[in-house]
C-alpha cells in the first residue's frame, strides 16, 4: 500500500573527480553525519537511506505534521557539515506517494514516480542550492502572500526566502514545476540566492522513438537560422545535404568547423573496440569534401561565410553535430552514433537544447570530452582550411 515519504535528495558535488580512497573517506563521514542527523527516525523506522554512488536519498516517513521540518534539519545540517568539510551538495525536496518494498539484500527501500521526480527535479539545483517540488511548497510552505524575494515565517525557529520559481524539463521532456528556497535557522540562512540553474531538454531517440525523421527535422530547423556549426564525424556523407538548408540570405556572419577523420583512424576503432571493422569508406569521405568545396565555392560573394574543414587523427566514439554552442541561451547538440557495423542498431540519438546561460551537464560532459580528446594536448593535424 502506498504511503507518503518526504524525499530529500542529497548530491555531492564534485565527489567523482576525486580519488578512490578521497572517496571512500568522504562518504563514510556524509553517512556518518546523516545517520546521526536521523538518527530517531532510523531508530523508530521512520525514514529509510538510498545510497546514490555520489549522494543519498532520504526518505521521512511523512506521518507527523512536523515531518517535512526534519527535511529542513536534515538539509542544514548536511550543508554546516559541507562547509567544514570542504565540499559542495545540491539538495532537492519533494513529497508524494512511494511504494515500501524489501529489496534484493532483504532491506526496506522505497520506489515509485515520486524518487524519479526528485531525481529530475535536483537539476535545477546549482551547487549548494535548495530546490523544492511545487508538491511539496503548496503542500508545506504555501502562503497567501507570499512572493519572490520576501522572508516568510513558519514557526518560530525556521522561516524561508523564495528566490526563483520555475520549470525545469527532463529527458522525457515533462515539466517539474520547482522553487529555490533559502532557508533560515534562528538567523542563519541556508542555500543559493540565484536564479534556477538548468531548464534544458534532453531527449533520446532509439531507431523507433520517436521516428528518426522528427528528429532530423528539428536539427534542420536549427541549422538553418544557426550562425556557428560544427560538425564531427568519420566521413559525414549526409553533410553537404545539412548545409545546403542553411538560409543564406538572412546577412548573418556563419561560422561552419567541419572534421573529418584521418585515413588511418580505422586501426584505432579495431584497438577500440577489439573487432576488425575494415578500411573505411575513403572514396565517400573524398567525395563529401569535394561536394562541400563545391557548395562553399558557388556560395554568392557577398555571403559572410567562413568555412574550415579539418581531419583529426584520434577516434572519437560518436558523431557530434554542435549549434550555436558559443552563444548564450541558444545551444543546441546532436549526437548520434556513426558506427552502426559495430553498436547495436538501436543506439540512441541524443539531442540537448538549452534556454539558460548554462550549459545543461550533458552537453558539458561531451563537449569537454571532445576538448580533451582532440582539441586538448593530442594536436590534430588541419588538413584543409577555406576562406
Known amino acids: 500500500m ?5 524525499i530529500v535528495y542529497l548530491d555531492l558535488v564534485g565527489y567523482s573527480k576525486n580519488n578512490e580512497p578521497i572517496q571512500i573517506d568522504l562518504f563514510k563521514r556524509f553517512q556518518k553525519e546523516i545517520h546521526h542527523l536521523l538518527y530517531d527516525e532510523i531508530l523508530d523506522n521512520d525514514c529509510i537511506l538510498i545510497p546514490t554512488g555520489d549522494g543519498i536519498i532520504a526518505g521521512i516517513e511523512n506521518i507527523k505534521t512536523s515531518s517535512y521540518l526534519k527535511s529542513f534539519e536534515l538539509v542544514v545540517g548536511i550543508i554546516d557539515w559541507t562547509i567544514s568539510n570542504d565540499c559542495d551538495i545540491r539538495c532537492a525536496i519533494h513529497v508524494g506517494d512511494v511504494n515500501v518494498l524489501k529489496d534484493i539484500n532483504r532491506k526496506n527501500n522505497i520506489i515509485g514516480n515520486t524518487i524519479n521526480d526528485a531525481a529530475r527535479i535536483l537539476t535545477g539545483a546549482d551547487d549548494g542550492g535548495i530546490i523544492v517540488s511545487k508538491t511539496f511548497y503548496n503542500k508545506f510552505l504555501r502562503k497567501k502572500n507570499d512572493s519572490l524575494g520576501g522572508k516568510i515565517k513558519i514557526n518560530d525557529d525556521w522561516s524561508f526566502t523564495l528566490i526563483d520559481e520555475d520549470t525545469v524539463i527532463d529527458k522525457h521532456s515533462f515539466e ?31 531507431n523507433d522513438y520517436p521516428k528518426k525523421k522528427n528528429l532530423d527535422e528539428k536539427f534542420l530547423e536549427r541549422v ?46 579495431e584497438e577500440f573496440f577489439g573487432v576488425k571493422v575494415g578500411k573505411l569508406n575513403l572514396k565517400e569521405k573524398s567525395l563529401s569534401i569535394d561536394s562541400i568545396k563545391k557548395w562553399y565555392e558557388s556560395l554568392n560573394q557577398k555571403s559572410n561565410i567562413t568555412l574550415n574543414i579539418y581531419e583529426y587523427s584520434h577516434f572519437i566514439p560518436f558523431g557530434a553535430s554542435l549549434v550555436d554552442k558559443g552563444f548564450q541561451g541558444k545551444g ?15 543506439t540512441p540519438y541524443i539531442e540537448v537544447e538549452w534556454k539558460t546561460n548554462d550549459m545543461p551537464p550533458l552537453y558539458s560532459f561531451y563537449y569537454k570530452y571532445l576538448n580533451d580528446f582532440m ?13
Request: avoid cysteine.
Open 176 to 206: 517539474h514545476n520547482v522553487y529555490n528556497i533559502i532557508l533560515s535557522n534562528k538567523n542563519k540562512d541556508y542555500g543559493k540566492n540565484t536564479k534556477i540553474l538548468t531548464k534544458y531538454f534532453t531527449n533520446i531517440y532509439s
Open 375 to 387: 582539441f586538448g594536448k593530442q594536436q590534430n593535424i588541419l588538413e584543409y582550411k577555406l576562406k
Open 332 to 346: 543546441f547538440i546532436h549526437i548520434s552514433n556513426y558506427l552502426p557495423r559495430i553498436l547495436p542498431d538501436d
Open 2 to 6: 502506498p504511503k507518503s515519504y518526504i
Open 224 to 269: 538553418k537560422h544557426s550562425a556557428e556549426l560544427e560538425f564531427i564525424g568519420i566521413y559525414h556523407p549526409s553533410l553537404p545535404s545539412i548545409l545546403n538548408q542553411i538560409d543564406i540570405n538572412e546577412h548573418r556572419k556563419i561560422k561552419i568547423n567541419i572534421y573529418y577523420a584521418k585515413d588511418e583512424i580505422s586501426k584505432q576503432i
